[in-house]
């Protein structure tokens, strides 16, 4: 399985990314996706996850701004990120899981100027 997010850059506060995550190795279709972040000096944090049937939910912080979205066809996991705030960067990874094992891409910084 691999994972490849692309789509981080630096944006002012109030702006829009929208980050890409592409998956091969996998039966895409069928795999619950999930967004994370983590922030300097912080945990990593799960910001978003979309189920194979596209059922969404979002760490609340995010909610009303960010949206995450899947592909199937291109099996590719987005993330749809508006109303950006200085406290929203951080590097974002995306996530699956198969057969009880984590898999993550390698990571995409998204930098949010005041």
């Known amino acids: 399985v691999q994972l490849q997010a692309s789509g981080g850059g630096l944006v002012q506060a109030g702006g829009s990314l929208r980050l890409s995550c592409a998956a091969t190795g996998l039966n895409f279709s069928i795999n619950t996706m999930r967004w994370y972040r983590q922030a300097p000096g912080k945990q990593r944090e799960m910001v978003a996850i979309i189920t194979s049937g596209g059922s969404t939910n979002y760490v609340d912080s995010v909610k009303g701004r960010f949206t995450v979205s899947r592909d199937n066809v291109r099996r590719t996991m987005y993330l749809q990120m508006n109303s950006l705030k200085p406290e929203d960067t951080a590097v974002y990874y995306c996530?699956?899981?198969?057969?009880?094992?984590?898999?993550w891409g390698q990571g995409t910084l998204v930098t949010v100027s005041s």
């Open positions: 996530n699956t899981e198969l057969r009880s094992r984590n898999f």
